[in-house]
């Protein structure tokens, strides 16, 4: 049976001498594993649609639960990451992340838009990749169901958290007088709102706010405690693009 799919290729392992097994987030049909015969022939005509990092229209044979690619043409191959290091990881972190919680044949449209739009971004240079890298992270846990306590002091109540800190451990944040969790990480007043309207803001303009450095330094030490401590994981994209940034 043949049917077309708008996927994006999160992995691609070399299979042989000229394949590809592609691992690929679609909206509909959440994560796939797919053949892509001859793609690393030199005549191939899915080369570049079936590269890690692309957005393509694949047209897939099914077969006894097997998918292999007949077709494949690109309609985003986000050249900017290509052209800068650090983006190309940080780009390669975000599939990880992705295939990390993407479930198999299910639907996943809000991680399909979350993976897209954070690609864009970085590709073309719309934020900064510390700004699309914490607004990835805090997003990504947010449509997984492990949003952070931010609304107000998870002990005494305040909405208007006073000297905000937040605890890795319970996912809450709180006011520095009622801290009770022995690991806890300082947050500012502007860096707690990033945070909610993060967690809160439609989906395509998750990116549409403003930080200083400081305080998306904070921001991002928080988002990425949270993703590692939810995924009790290390993903070994992230440790590359850390040792490439200063």
Known sequence: M????????LREVRFKESD?????????????????????????????????LTYSELTLFEKNGRYTVREALTKEGFAGLRQDLASLALGSYFSECLEQYAGEEQSEPELMQL???SLYALSEKMASCEKVKAAFELRLMTIEGYAPAEESCAVCGRPDIQEPVFEVEEGQTVCRNCRKAARVLPLTENALAAMRYIVHAPAKKFLSFQLQEEDLRLLGAV???????????????????????P
């Open 115 to 117: 993976g897209l739009n």
């Open 223 to 245: 988002a990425e405690s949270w993703l590692l401590h939810c995924s009790d994981r290390q993903f070994q994209t992230l440790i590359y693009y850390k040792n490439l940034s």
């Open 2 to 9: 043949f049917r077309t799919v708008n996927a994006l290729i």
């Open 20 to 52: 590809r097994i592609l691992t690929a987030l679609t909206a509909d049909m959440g994560k796939l594993t797919l053949a892509a015969h001859g793609a690393l022939s030199k005549r191939s005509r899915i080369a570049a649609a079936t590269q890690q």
